[in-house]
């Protein structure tokens, strides 16, 4: 019976060994892939309900292929409340800066700026981290050039690159894609 198990523990032994020798992609790689998935939803949650700053500025206030900037009551504490946000890449570390007005008339002061790192090991070469469109994006139009008049952009889509490390050295980048129209800014309201 001891030598059953015995036989049974080295097989099994032998068969994991074989399984993470043969497994081509590093688990934390993966684990960079699902956080980019996190990130990339809870963008496209906050910014499909940009609206007016609550010192009336324009939902979208700045629109370039490394940072965005925008409005959104989501998050916040009160319906009323419009956060500022600001997503910005900064070497190949995504932030987060969040701004919660204040004083009356209220106003959004940088050095009240909530900063925090979202993700890490951000890896897209030339794809730029946000794209704009305008009018009634479908998914074929060109993106609108940069520098981008703000005024123009309904759509946005955010590409986040992850390098994926293989265990055998080699390494690909999976690159999270998608967008959102601005509910608040639509042209096309009646489809």
Avoid: C, H, W
């Avoid at 001891?2 to 068969?15: C, D, F, Q, R, S």
């Avoid at 998914?139 to 520098?147: A, E, I, K, M, N």
């Avoid at 080699?170 to 096309?188: C, E």
Wanted: glycine share 8%.
């Amino acid at each position: 019976m001891i030598v059953v198990y015995g036989l049974v523990m080295i097989a099994t032994a032998n068969l994991l060994r074989i399984m993470y020798m043969n497994s081509s992609t590093d688990p934390a790689a993966l684990n960079q892939v699902d956080q980019a998935r996190a990130v990339a939803t809870s963008f496209v949650n906050e910014l499909r309900d940009a609206t007016y700053g609550n010192d009336g500025s324009y939902p979208l206030n700045q629109a370039s292929t490394t940072q965005i900037i925008f409005f959104t009551p989501y998050g916040s504490q009160s319906s009323t409340t419009m956060l500022r946000i600001r997503y910005y890449l900064s070497g190949t570390t995504l932030y987060k800066g969040v701004i919660v007005p204040s004083g009356s008339p209220a106003t959004y002061n940088s050095g009240n700026e909530i900063v925090t790192r979202v993700l890490t090991n951000v890896s897209n070469g030339s794809t730029p981290v946000f794209t704009y469109y305008a009018g009634t994006y479908a998914g074929t139009s060109s993106p609108l050039t940069q520098p981008v008049n703000i005024n123009n952009v309904t759509y946005v889509q955010i590409a986040l690159g992850s390098l994926l490390e293989e265990v055998r050295g080699a390494s690909t980048t999976f690159t999270t894609m998608t967008g959102t129209a601005i509910r608040n800014l639509k042209t096309n309201l009646g489809n």
